[in-house]
C-alpha cells in the first residue's frame, strides 16, 4: 500500500509565499514522475506543476516565474514554493505520485488527500 501526505497549506495574505510538501510512504520501488495539481471551488482539477526521477519539470503557465517544483528522491517526497501568491491562486492542492510497488504489486498513480492554499487579505 502507498500513501501520499500533504502539508503546508493555510491562509497567506496576497504576495505572500507558501511551501507545499508531499511525502510518499508504504511499499515502493521507486518513483516516476511527481506532480501538483489544484482544484478551486466550481472548477476542474487542473495542472500546476509537475517533475520527473530525473528532475525535468513542467508549469502551468499561470505560475510559471512564481512556482518551483523540486523533489528529495531519498525522502520520496516532492515540494511545491508557491512565491508572489494571487488571490487566484487559492484552491485545494494535491499531489500525485506515478509508483512502482514492490512486485508483485502493479504501477499505479497515486493521489493525497489535498491541502487547502487561502490567499486573500
Known amino acids: 500500500q502507498v500513501q501520499l501526505v500533504e502539508s503546508g497549506g493555510g491562509l497567506v495574505q496576497p504576495g505572500g509565499s507558501l511551501r507545499l510538501s508531499c511525502a510518499a510512504s508504504g511499499t515502493i520501488f521507486s518513483i516516476n514522475r511527481m506532480g501538483w495539481y489544484r482544484q478551486a471551488p466550481g472548477k476542474q482539477r487542473e495542472l500546476v506543476a509537475t517533475?520527473?526521477?530525473?528532475?525535468?519539470?513542467n508549469y502551468a503557465d499561470s505560475v510559471k516565474g512564481r512556482f518551483t517544483i523540486s523533489r528529495d528522491n531519498a525522502k520520496n517526497t516532492v515540494y511545491l514554493q508557491m512565491n508572489s501568491l494571487k488571490p487566484e491562486d487559492t484552491a485545494v492542492y494535491y499531489c500525485n505520485a506515478d509508483v512502482q510497488p514492490r512486485l508483485p504489486s502493479a504501477r499505479s498513480i497515486y493521489w493525497g488527500q489535498g491541502t487547502q492554499v487561502t490567499v486573500s487579505s
Open positions: 517533475i520527473t526521477s530525473g528532475v525535468s519539470t
